[in-house]
């Protein structure tokens, strides 16, 4: 499941993974951003940070994470450059992260694994919006 709130006046989504982990939850997360940014939500050059906790379960694939980066260098790609900061403890979703990073960088996307919330928000250049709520 995926949990994402805009923060910032628009320029920085940040996101909760927890429970259960599927492709399906990655789509709608997509979508979603895309449809924020065309209601003008979220503004051009915006950031993002998606952390994970409580994760029950991790119920994607190689080819998951490879359909996805291809949504995003097709549908997203018109929603203009933007960073993403990862901040995971799983260890699935820290290996789909890399192979996603990877997947993203090839396409000239700035996408940085992080250990710490505060690094992640240090890296996009903003402090944490929201810390009683966004924490691990």
């Given at each position: 499941?995926?949990?994402?709130?805009v923060?910032n006046?628009?320029?920085?989504?940040?996101?909760?993974?927890?429970?259960?982990?599927?492709?399906?939850?990655?789509?709608?997360?997509?979508?979603?951003?895309i449809?924020?940014?065309?209601?003008?939500?979220?503004k051009?050059?915006?950031?993002?940070?998606?952390?994970?906790?409580?994760?029950?379960?991790?119920?994607?694939?190689?080819d998951?994470?490879k359909?996805?980066?291809?949504f995003?260098?097709?549908?997203?790609?018109?929603?203009?450059?933007?960073?993403?900061?990862?901040?995971?403890?799983?260890?699935?979703?820290?290996?789909?992260?890399?192979?996603?990073?990877?997947?993203?960088?090839?396409?000239?996307?700035?996408?940085?694994?992080?250990?710490r919330l505060?690094?992640?928000?240090?890296?996009?250049?903003?402090?944490?919006?929201?810390?009683?709520?966004?924490?691990l």
């Amino acid at each position: 499941m995926f949990d994402s709130k805009v923060y910032n006046n628009g320029t920085l989504i940040v996101g909760k993974m927890s429970g259960v982990i599927e492709l399906q939850s990655f789509i709608n997360g997509i979508f979603w951003q895309i449809d924020s940014r065309n209601v003008g939500e979220v503004k051009e050059g915006f950031a993002q940070l998606y952390y994970d906790d409580d994760v029950q379960s991790v119920n994607v694939t190689d080819d998951d994470i490879k359909r996805i980066a291809e949504f995003n260098t097709g549908i997203g790609a018109n929603v203009g450059r933007f960073r993403t900061a990862l901040v995971f403890r799983h260890p699935e979703i820290i290996r789909l992260a890399r192979l996603h990073q990877s997947l993203a960088k090839d396409h000239g996307y700035e996408v940085e694994l992080f250990e710490r919330l505060e690094d992640g928000f240090t890296w996009l250049k903003c402090v944490n919006p929201d810390p009683e709520n966004i924490r691990l």
